[in-house]
């Protein structure tokens, strides 16, 4: 279309006036919707922050929607945000923890610094049990619904078995040494904020709108969920570190490390072998599986390299407490829990005993195939990283769905791959635009 300007002619694209037009209702919707993920992550905090601290948020947060044109304003209330409701709580617990409350810290943490002391003194927590000093109340207890509504207290069964696998406790050991030799004083919160900050990092990284990457942050790490897990010590972070890692990698088609990465990622915690398959099917719909065999090799070798001084330490040890312990084949395992199938069914009456081995295995890994299938067929059509953590984030719903425990942490943590599929999509839009010529205006969502 053309237009009569001064005597000549002026060029209207109107595809172009659309775009503009579109961009900016996003960025209208964008802002806005940044307001909602924080309300929505800092009105539900009380409960880690405190009253005074609490009262802190909200004034920040008040400010925050109230100053939309000063962003060094803004830039000053979201970082008091951060240390309202997550240094300043986090730091309250370290701090009654020194003083010997111990509630608020969570076992697998006071576990995991043990078996890292004990690998110092040479010896070997696979291999024996945690000392009951390591668990003072109420650690050292279990309280357990049975079928019928009545309820008992066990002993802690942490307390017989180490979960997590060797890389985990070890990488903690250069950090344990330095502390307890400088101040003779450790908290692996301080590893565990590390982490934390090394993984924003990642998501600041990227090439996209600070606003979406300002909301990628509070939902991931300021949501009232995750603060309450990542404050009291539980570690689904560092996995979600290298798993975010090995994502981008896949992201920029650097193959061979994404196969580093994700097996580090196994090699720290079990959680990342169930999203590895995923990841796996991915590659083979952009590589050779003769290649893929051979980036997997050595990665494969060295993680193995970790853990065979264990398992020639004590290979039935290692095997009961990372295997045979979660999956409730033995009479110390942990309870059916959570919001598991298992555990609904306990709660409903229909099993009676949490404490029994239910063949459930059956009936999971089969749905976990299922799901592995469709997220084929899905990547034939759309062979993409979003495509695939969003599958990944469905397997590993239905795997701990139909396993023996699905703890709030892993609801959480499921929920965070759901976010970290949007980043991807967010990044392949852009991709896609900017090979078109197009990107979008900076400050959408």
């Known amino acids: ?14 595809s172009i006036v659309k775009r503009i037009r579109d961009n900016s209702i996003v960025h209208f919707i964008g802002r806005h919707m940044l307001a909602v993920i924080l309300c929505v992550c800092v009105l539900p905090s009380l409960k880690n922050s405190g009253p005074s601290t609490y009262a802190v948020s909200i004034l920040l947060l008040g400010i925050w929607l109230v100053s939309y044109k000063y962003k060094k304003v803004r830039a ?17 617990r370290i701090a009654k923890r020194s003083s010997g409350v111990m509630k608020g810290t969570h076992d697998g943490l006071l576990q995991t610094e043990y078996a890292t002391s004990l690998i110092l003194e040479g010896r070997n927590l696979y291999h024996e049990d945690t000392a009951k000093s390591v668990f003072p109340p109420p650690h050292d207890k279990l309280n357990i619904q049975f079928g019928d509504k009545h309820e008992e207290t066990i002993v802690n069964p942490a307390l017989y ?28 919160r301080i590893c565990l904020l590390l982490y934390l900050m090394a993984t924003v990092l990642l998501i600041w990284r990227q090439p996209l709108e600070h606003s979406f990457k300002t909301a990628m942050c509070f939902l991931l790490f300021l949501n009232p969920y995750f ?25 920029e088609r650097r193959y061979q ?31 050779p599986w003769k290649t893929c065999v051979r980036m997997f090799l050595l990665p494969v070798a060295l993680a193995l390299s970790i853990v065979l001084p264990f398992l020639i330490w004590d290979p039935s040890g290692l095997w009961m407490d990372m295997i045979m312990y979660p999956s409730g084949k033995l009479a110390t395992s942990y309870p059916v829990n959570g919001y ?5 069914l306990v709660r409903f009456g229909i099993l009676y ?3 029994e081995y239910y063949p459930i295995s059956y009936v999971q890994i089969p ?20 495509a695939m953590t969003f599958c990944a984030s469905i397997g590993i719903a239905v795997f701990w769905f139909f396993s023996r425990f699905y703890n709030d942490n892993y609801v959480e943590f499921t929920a965070s791959i759901v976010v970290v599929s949007w980043m991807f999509w967010k990044l392949e839009q852009r991709k896609s635009l900017s090979l078109q010529g197009c990107v979008p205006i900076s400050g959408s969502v």
């Open 227 to 251: 603060l309450t897990y990542f404050i009291e010590g539980r570690n689904d972070i560092v996995v979600l570190f290298w798993l975010l890692w090995s994502f981008l990698l896949l992201h």
């Open 257 to 287: 490390f994404a196969v580093w990465t994700i097996v580090v990622a196994c090699s720290v915690k079990q959680t990342a072998w169930i999203i590895t398959p995923f990841l796996m099917v991915y590659l083979l719909h952009n590589l």
């Open 340 to 344: 598991s199938l298992l555990a609904q």
């Open 161 to 188: 078995h180490f979960v997590y696998p060797p890389l985990y406790f070890l990488q903690f050991v250069p950090a344990y040494w330095i502390f307890e030799t400088t101040f003779h004083w450790f908290d692996l």
């Open 367 to 386: 749905f976990y195939v299922l799901v592995l299938w469709m997220t084929n067929r899905v990547l034939v059509r759309h062979c993409t990283v979003s």
């Open 353 to 355: 005993s949490p404490l």
């Open 76 to 92: 000053v209330c979201l970082l008091g945000l951060v240390i309202t409701l997550l240094l300043i709580p986090m730091g309250l």
């Open 1 to 14: 279309m053309t237009e009569n300007c001064m005597g000549g002619r002026l060029i209207i694209d109107h």
